[in-house]
């Protein structure tokens, strides 16, 4: 892995004490300490038994699945609203009379508890999967309800996130979506022993402003209990730590929280350069007025900020990254004209500077709507503008419904195309938007054909905005997800910063802006370095917005400069 | 044997809320119903049957039962499935 000039951890110097430390990679600024509890994974399934009660294995099937959905029900009651709404169905799936009478038939069969049960959950599995849609997404939650069935069966500790009724770090081998998605409050920070800067795990912790270190050898040794400090910043994790030690990381880091929750204005590097700091959101939802510190406890009860903080309380200069996916979700019809113009026009009253992306699915995300045939390799299929080959009037409507949505709003969008390749493809955008009446066009650079061919495409648009995470995975035929190849897929990699160097030299000759709205633009230690490369603007969660304001503010350009030369050698 | 015969009218159709609040309704009615889409049928208080439907907003789906109450269990069934629940969610909200 390159090696960087750390700037001065947030909150702190090295760890005191503890009696020894691991290391990971840091993916999510802030430091917790407290007790591991480890997230149990799933459990493996035993050699079959022969059995000699039959009666005695349907007994332990019809007590295993009444403990899923007994535990199931409690996490409802604990949780409440939607997230208690989707617990209860996933219960009443363990209650289902139709699976029992299955699993029953399968010990009377000779088939032991445990199999009997993997066996039943098996079949709806496949059934559910073969439906295809919103019925195939449901067959990953069969397989938690069959890993928690299985394990009751066992004997075992049930998998899934712990709710013990303390803080606790969160520890395990590598976290679902299903179980990030679930994460409640008492968790201080997560720590996994897989995974990769752009995880799942990095992602939603980063979006809930969760210390978070991942890639961490060795860390599902600890006992369960054992008190840690964790740092997710540097990656380093201490162990044993003392309880005024605790007690220490714990003040620091709260004054830590509220300095960047009282952080307000334009981004600015210590001698006044100025990088505009914007927002990655999904729909006008994410401009509402929020605490930028959900892990105070904060709630839509302390709602603050409004127009004079900036768009979502943040301070943010404007929209850098407007995901338009979600209005196409689960949908077997296009969202209608109309339905787009009012989702558009709603986004562009609540912030004055607008970065719309366009539909960016395609065969690696599949929306039904679009009848794409499957393909051997969808990373590398038809996905992002590439859609356009086979359904052009999917953006042309959408390019009507922005244009619309601009006239009635009284804004000025800037619009860009996801996964532009070539120098054709920038300029048949450009050309087709400007049509609309759209008088700002981009292209998203997230594959190294466009990276090096950015002066070409700037005589075609109006600027770039640079997807660091497909980069990386194009630029390192890397998958983004897989998780052993995560040193692949580090933001610091230096192949990956001359692209975005040449991306950004480009946009200086031609005085056209280029920003960066992948993962990287919200980390505060590489933020800063982004600048030094010539990067004009940042796009990131709102949560990351105090983080990456203050760490620039700490540096001049000269010193990001610096920071950009050394990663780059 | 006793019949209904309704279009579901939910937006999301026969998933996520509408079923459970469905399979719940026919649990507690204690009569043995069955729910018939297409050509596929299953008991209406087995979540995954009712889910492999596959229901969507407007399909027409057919209750079936017999015996003591089920006349009652299927007026109260098919009255629940022609009412928009997700938009009752809106009004809990």
Redesign the interface.
Known sequence: MPDIAAPATPGGGPWEGGAGGLVGLGVSQGRAAGPVIRLADPPELPAPRTVTDPGAEAATVAKALEAVAAELNRRALAAGGEAAEILEALAMIAEDPVLLEEAERLTAGGADAAHALDAAFSGHREALAQLGGYLAERAADLDDLKHRAVASALGLPMPGLPSPGHPYVLVATDLSPADTAGLGGDVLALVTERGGPTSHTAILARARGLPAVVACAGVTGLADGTVIGVDGGTGEIAIGLSERETAEVARTEAARRARLRTSRGPGRTADGHAVKLLLNIGSAEDLAPHDPEPASGGTSAEQTGGAEAGVGGTGAEGVGLFRTEFLFLDRRQPPSFEEQVTAYAEVFGRAEHVIVRTLDAGTDKPLPFLGLPQEQNPALGVRGLRVDRLLPEVLDTQLDAIAEAARRAGAEPWVMAPMVTTVGEASDFARRARAKGIAHVGVMVEVPAAALRAGRLLQEVDFLSIGTNDLAQYTFAADRQHSALADLLDPRQPALLELIALCAEAGRQAGKPVGVCGEAAGDPLLAPLLVGLGVTSLSMAAVCVPAVREALAGLTLDECRERARAALE | MAQRTVAVASASGL???P??LF??AAVKSGVPVTIRAGEKA??A?????V??L?V?QGTEVTLEAEGPGAEEALDTLAALLARDLDADEALDA
């Open positions: 998933h996520a809320r079923a459970k399979v719940q299953v008991p208080k087995s979540m995954l049957g889910l492999s596959g969507v």
